[in-house]
T-cell receptor, first 113, second 112 residues
Framework: GAGVSQTPSNKVTEKGKYVELRCDPI?????LYWYRQSLGQGPEFLIY????????DSGLPNDRFFAVRPEGSVSTLKIQRTERGDSAVYLC???????????FGQGTRLTVV | AQSVTQLGSHVSVSEGALVLLRCNYS??????LFWYVQYPNQGLQLLLK??????LVKGINGFEAEFKKSETSFHLTKPSAHMSDAAEYFC??????????FGTGTRLLVSP
């Protein structure tokens, strides 16, 4: 595709529910990043994939958060037992690999009520 | 650990005036530095980046920034503001093109 695509663009869920957020990177990009942007803050790093494996997951806040990229392309960020504090915009970015510029998607706005 | 400080959560300028958005960073290794712009309901767009070499870097839309190691700064400037420049601007630092550490952002307001 022309750019990084994230779906859904908006997600409202109830506290305690499970959600999945999807990221389709730019074709051919081997590196994929997830960031979280809370209201009034800059994006915060969550996890980085190189190919299918998570090369750095040091930003995941706790074990309720998990991300996969089984075929080295599309990635899914999974959040279990959602809390109101998880409400934020989740941003995905992709690049040709380590050492290359990352391109961002428009984000998924998650609201936990 | 790396960090970024953006002074001023909001900056207001008149159309045609100089734009100056401040960014100071902390890094234990030679940093890569970035400025991103975010328009409402849109993703982050790279304005410019510094990796190595020339310390004055030019970006899109007439913006430029200068890397000053002695001041640990990477301030963003534009000689003449346009109404279309109104947006949120983020400074970021990384070790190479790896995970980015962002500042809290500066909202630029441009008045006619």
């Amino acid at each position: 595709g022309a750019g990084v695509s994230q779906t859904p663009s908006n997600k409202v869920t109830e506290k305690g529910k499970y959600v999945e957020l999807r990221c389709d990177p730019i074709s051919g990009h081997t590196a994929l990043y997830w960031y979280r942007q809370s209201l009034g803050q800059g994006p915060e790093f969550l996890i980085y994939f190189q190919g299918t494996g998570a090369a750095d997951d040091s930003g995941l806040p706790n074990d309720r958060f998990f991300a996969v990229r089984p075929e080295g392309s599309v990635s899914t960020l999974k959040i279990q037992r959602t809390e109101r504090g998880d409400s934020a915009v989740y941003l995905c970015a992709s690049s040709l690999g380590r050492g290359y510029e990352a391109f961002f998607g428009q984000g998924t706005r998650l609201t936990v009520v | 650990a790396q960090s970024v400080t953006q002074l001023g959560s909001h900056v207001s300028v008149s159309e045609g005036a100089l734009v100056l958005l401040r960014c100071n960073y902390s890094s234990s290794v030679p940093p890569y530095l970035f400025w991103y712009v975010q328009y409402p309901n849109q993703g982050l767009q790279l304005l410019l980046k510094y990796t190595t070499g020339a310390t004055l870097v030019k970006g899109i839309n007439g913006f430029e920034a200068e890397f000053k190691k002695s001041e640990t700064s990477f301030h963003l400037t534009k000689p003449s503001a346009h109404m279309s420049d109104a947006a949120e601007y983020f400074c970021a630092v990384s070790e190479g093109f790896q995970k980015l550490v962002f500042g809290t952002g500066t909202r630029l307001l441009v008045s006619p």
